[in-house]
């Protein structure tokens, strides 16, 4: 099976030039002027448009048992949505209930997943702590290419992880060389809030942004970034959606501090209206946390982003239909927080971001591929176009256009929160693992064509820091 692309501008994260790609096997093995190729090779003509690295998700909930349900995207429909929108890799959760070991939950996580079209990954939540915890994060990272481990600081009484559980994890991850990820709100602050709505009678979901403001955020993403520099590691934070988060990553960035920050597409075009809407299902659909905000935090979104203090763009995609969404009829609480995006980011992302100048076409690929695949240890696998690399490729047509809806879109959901934004700026091809998967409008994805993808962790670099700090202390505390 090979494919060559001809007549197209290849854009990387660093560089743009005009090349013909040919791929075998599922990688890129050629790149060059006018490839001179097997002619059994397909060929996929891409003048006038833009050959990229394809889509990378790194922060999705496909099937997520939550909050008395489960997402309606499943791995399959979820992936296969993402490859018809240019998104080539998920970077997945589990998430251990408190108490279930931890390869127990991975292990179920990995065999929902082997139904996947596109590759994917897996982020492990630590939702609690005790020895085995410890012990197990080991073996995912030395034996199942885990390296990056969340922390929900929200979700009280169900997933939350409190300071204990932050500190002992946040070390644990130092010693693995593992990253740390957190879901950054104050989770004692929000219950305590939403009592306080309830009871003042606010039962819709107007309430679900009061009972979550900024400050709720902001508090719990410096908290975090302050534990992970006692703790010496580095910190990315999850879907974040307001200015008092970004100012604290750009304050602990500008002390040196190793933190990434990634935004949510919809967080940079959505603002917290969408929750005053009279009817329920409308501001149901929207109720995912953090909250989508007042528009001003979308300038400060949009600057984090410029300004490379923020570096991954997502979805958070956890679909959730209106009749699961109307578990929350009477109580807002009940709402099954999350929304889709994984077919929609990238053309959301150009549309409002290349179009309109605040980003390059190169600062795009970073957003919406390399960075993710920089942070979390896949490049140049994934993210780049270039020799060797896998072939996940998203052939990028400037002028192609499409009207963003429910009645249209392939994710298994009947809402979707981009509805009727017309875009300018949609994949023409994608191609997964060096095959043709979607082609001027046909979906032609394949149950269980996708990869796990293994990331390796950081801890050469770590090992020796361990090695020389007991060599310069010997008599230090021995970590563990
Ligand atoms: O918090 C998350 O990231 C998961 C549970 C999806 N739901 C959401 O509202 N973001
Ligand atoms: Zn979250
Ligand atoms: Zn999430």
């Not at 008395?68 to 993402?82: K, M, Q």
Request: charged share 20%; glycine share 8%.
């Amino acid at each position: 099976m090979s494919i060559v692309i001809r007549n197209g501008t290849i854009v990387n994260a660093d560089h743009t030039f005009q090349a013909d790609v040919y791929c075998e096997e599922g990688k890129i093995v050629a790149i060059g002027q006018n490839l001179d190729v097997p002619s059994t090779a397909e060929v996929v003509d891409a003048s006038g448009q833009y050959v990229m690295p394809g889509g990378i998700d790194p922060h999705t909930h496909m099937q997520l048992p939550f909050m008395g349900t489960v997402a309606s995207d499943d791995f399959y429909t979820g992936t296969a949505a993402g490859l018809a929108g240019g998104n080539t890799t998920i970077i997945d959760f589990v998430i251990p209930a408190p108490g279930e070991p931890l390869l127990e939950a991975y292990n179920k996580w990995r065999d929902w997943a082997e139904k996947s079209a596109s590759d994917y990954s897996f982020h492990v939540a630590i939702t609690w702590w005790d020895e085995s915890v410890h012990a197990d994060m080991e073996t995912l990272v030395k034996e199942h290419g885990v390296n990056s481990f969340k922390h929900f600081m929200a979700y009280k009484n169900a997933i939350m992880a409190d300071d204990e559980v932050l500190v002992k994890s946040f070390r644990r991850c130092m010693e693995l060389g593992a990253m740390p990820t957190v879901h950054a709100e104050n989770g004692e602050l929000v219950f305590q809030l939403q009592q306080e709505m309830l009871n003042k009678g606010i039962t819709g979901p107007e309430g679900h942004p009061l009972s979550r403001p900024p400050i709720v955020e902001g508090e719990a993403a410096n908290r975090a970034i302050q534990i992970a520099q006692v703790m010496d590691v580095p910190i990315y934070l999850v879907h974040v959606s307001c200015k008092e988060s970004v100012d604290a990553i750009t304050r602990a960035r500008n002390d040196g501090q190793r933190v990434y920050g990634e935004v949510l597409a919809g967080h940079l075009c959505i603002d917290d209206s969408v929750y005053r809407n009279e009817d329920f299902e409308f501001a149901a659909a929207h109720v995912m946390s953090p909250p989508f905000r007042p528009k001003e935090h979308q300038n400060a979104l949009w600057k984090g982003l410029q300004g490379g203090n923020l570096q991954t763009t997502a979805t958070d995609h956890c679909a959730f239909c209106a009749e699961q969404k109307a578990a929350g009829k009477d109580d807002f609480t009940k709402i099954p927080n999350g929304t889709a995006g994984v077919e929609d980011r990238m053309a959301v992302l150009w549309d409002e971001g290349v179009n309109t100048g605040k980003l390059t076409m190169n600062e795009f690929v970073s957003a919406t591929s390399t960075n993710a695949a920089k942070i979390f240890n896949i490049y140049p696998q994934k993210g780049s176009i270039s020799e060797g690399a896998d072939a996940d490729i998203v052939v990028w047509d400037p002028e192609g256009t499409r009207t963003i809806s429910a009645k249209t879109h392939h994710q298994n959901v009947d809402f979707n929160i981009f509805e009727g934004r017309t875009v300018k700026g949609i994949p023409s091809h994608t191609i997964s693992r060096g095959k043709v998967v979607w082609a001027n409008g046909e979906l032609k994805a394949v149950q269980g064509a996708g990869r796990y993808v293994d990331r390796p962790a950081f801890n050469p670099v770590f090992e020796a820091l361990n090695k020389q700090a007991e060599l310069n202390e010997p008599t230090a505390v021995k970590r563990g």
